[in-house]
């Protein structure tokens, strides 16, 4: 197949990775542990865990997983954390016994908690005590049959871990009560695994090490199977991307988005592990206050987030007093970065904000804009190497430069199907590899890529196509909004019509401001017809807008 973009390459980054580099994503552990030992891997609350403290105590996790649960091989364990420094060692520990990661959001609902546990087969999970009492709830019918339990100090050492692991429970009454048979404290999982030999198990690329699950906004959560092969793929296809802008001395990225997440996994924790870089973990982003504070001073390379996120840290004010001069690489996923907000974090920090794309079920990255690019253009950039990506109709044919389809892509980063849904599966992979995303987009004569929206998403105004998109972003211009959301609702007259959702920055602004501004800019078809304003939009744990949720009105808005 034709590869346009190929020319658009930074010299630097091949057209191809060799995927053979690695086995697995513990090989990549052990040489990056073996290489940097001294060095800072995590930083949490000031602590920090060097590479060979990882190594250790991930080894110590993996050997008690192995001789005391009965594990095997190929079993799932769940870990249900926040970004604490317990994580990568839970992470690493059930990865280097040969198990199969299922990522749990930490606020799950019992109810989807439960569906989760019982969908994956976990036998297993780890989980921070703030959030047992969920796991009590949900317990009945899954196949759990033991619990580690951590709590937030524990792994920050001496009087204070103590001290906030007491504050945490005693004084600010973050732990409910909670009730779990077979459970087991994380200290001392570490403590009895140190003096346990592991019997190191095969890996190769075709063994699952994680089931990522989607957030399950068209049904039930599904778990995409990605591989050992598919995980490295991606860390190697990023790092070959990163050596465009990668320079000597220490890279520390900001890592604000929930490890959880596929986008934080990948980017932030595997990657930067790859080349010896340190991960600041942000364990609660959405306290903006204590969120700067942290990044102040550090001096750090990079920062991943989605467009939420930097929206609301340019909105801090004390956000433009934070240390920009070694930043190099700022990274949005997720959803569509607002070229408003971009243009506003390039004069705030010097940086420009690059869009990436991806995809639980491609590991995730797919596209990436050139990291040395000196405006955003609101493109989501190139494919990756060794990745192809095609726009289809919905015969699926390729279709030519310029014309609208949905984004499909080709790679070795591609997931080997839904975990127990071969229907679910055929829906979206063909025989000969080709994921269909779900994405309307198209790619120009150079190779581009640019996301229009949503297939679930898109409006229909009288026959016409509306991204939300194009909406929002024109919506976000308006000095007196922070923050919006388009979304497409019944009318008798056009099938459908827009409905703009507005949180106000200013809040004498009126929908009739919103509404002129929208006809400046805006063709007639696309303007909304309601403006609803609320003091916040619906959003999932990491930032992204749940356009579901807002078709109806408020309830102080009925």
């Known amino acids: ?40 891997a995590y930083r949490s609350f000031g602590r920090r865990l060097t590479f060979a403290e990882l190594d250790h105590l991930s080894l110590g996790f993996a050997a008690y997983l192995q001789t005391e649960t009965g594990l095997r091989p190929g079993d799932r364990l769940a870990i249900m954390l926040p970004n604490l420094l317990q994580y990568p060692v839970a992470l690493f520990g059930a990865l280097r016994a040969g198990l199969v990661v299922v990522n749990v959001n ?20 780890v989980i921070l005590e703030n959030f047992a009492h969920t796991l009590e709830a949900a317990l009945d019918g899954t196949p759990v049959e033991f619990a580690i339990v951590t709590q937030l100090g524990d792994l920050l050492g001496g009087l204070k871990g103590r001290l906030t692991n007491f504050a945490v429970k005693y004084v600010k009454r973050m732990v409910p009560r909670w009730s779990l048979p077979n459970t087991v404290g994380f200290t001392e999982v570490l403590s009895r695994g140190a003096g346990i030999s592991l019997n190191k198990p095969a890996l190769g690329p075709n063994d699952l090490a994680f089931l990522q699950y989607t957030g399950g906004t068209t049904g039930l959560a599904k778990g995409a199977e990605l591989t050992h092969g598919n995980m490295v793929a991606n860390v190697l296809q990023a790092c070959a991307w990163l050596s465009a802008i990668r320079t000597p001395g220490p890279n520390l990225v900001v890592t604000a988005l929930p490890l959880y997440h596929i986008f934080s996994l990948t980017a932030n924790c595997l990657t930067f592990m790859r ?4 991960n600041l973990l942000i364990v609660n982003p959405r306290d903006l206050d204590r969120f700067v504070a942290e990044i102040r001073s550090v001096g750090f390379t990079a920062i991943t987030g989605v467009n939420t996120l930097f929206n609301k840290l340019l909105h801090h004010p004390g956000f433009a007093k934070v240390d920009f001069s070694r930043l190099r690489l700022t990274m949005g996923g997720g959803m569509a970065v607002q070229h408003s907000v971009a243009e506003r974090w390039k004069a705030v920090t ?15 990255a797919a596209c990436i804009n050139p990291l040395d690019a000196q405006e955003f253009d609101g493109s989501i950039g190139i494919p990756i190497s060794s990745t192809l990506v095609s726009i289809r109709d919905d015969d699926f044919q390729a279709l030519p430069a310029g014309q609208i389809g949905e984004i499909c892509v080709k790679g070795p980063q591609v997931m080997h199907g839904y975990w127990g849904r071969p229907e679910e599966t055929a829906k979206v992979l063909s025989d000969d590899g080709w994921l269909r995303t779900g994405d309307i987009g198209l790619m120009n ?41 388009a979304v497409g609702i019944p009318d008798a007259n056009t099938g459908e019509s827009v409905k703009a959702v507005v949180v106000r920055k200013d809040p004498e602004i009126s929908s009739e401001e919103i509404l002129r ?6 063709t007639a078809y696309k303007i909304p017809r309601q403006v609803e304003f609320r003091d916040e939009l619906p959003k999932s744990n990491v930032g992204k807008i749940l356009r579901r949720e807002l078709r109806e009105p408020s309830p102080s808005a009925r």
């Not at 080349?275 to 340190?278: A, I, L, Q, R, Y």
Request: charged share 20%; aromatic share 8%.
């Open 1 to 40: 197949m034709d590869r346009p973009w190929l020319a658009s390459y930074p010299a630097s980054v091949p057209a191809d990775i060799d995927t053979t580099q690695c086995t697995s994503l513990v090989e990549i552990l052990e040489n990056s542990c073996a290489q940097h030992a001294s060095e800072s």
């Open 106 to 125: 930490p606020l799950y609902t019992p109810r989807e908690l439960k569906h989760q546990l019982a969908d994956s087969g976990a036998r297993g999970i």
């Open 275 to 278: 080349f010896g870089g340190e």
């Open 350 to 364: 010097g940086s420009t904000l690059i869009q990436a794309y991806g995809l639980t079920e491609t590991s995730p």
């Open 445 to 485: 004569e150079d190779g581009f890529v640019t996301v229009v929206d949503r297939k679930k998403d898109m409006i229909i105004v009288s026959g016409f196509n509306v991204y939300p998109n194009e909406v929002e972003d024109v919506i976000a211009t308006h000095p007196g909004v922070l923050e919006v959301a």
């Open 517 to 522: 501004h929208c006809r400046e800019y805006l």
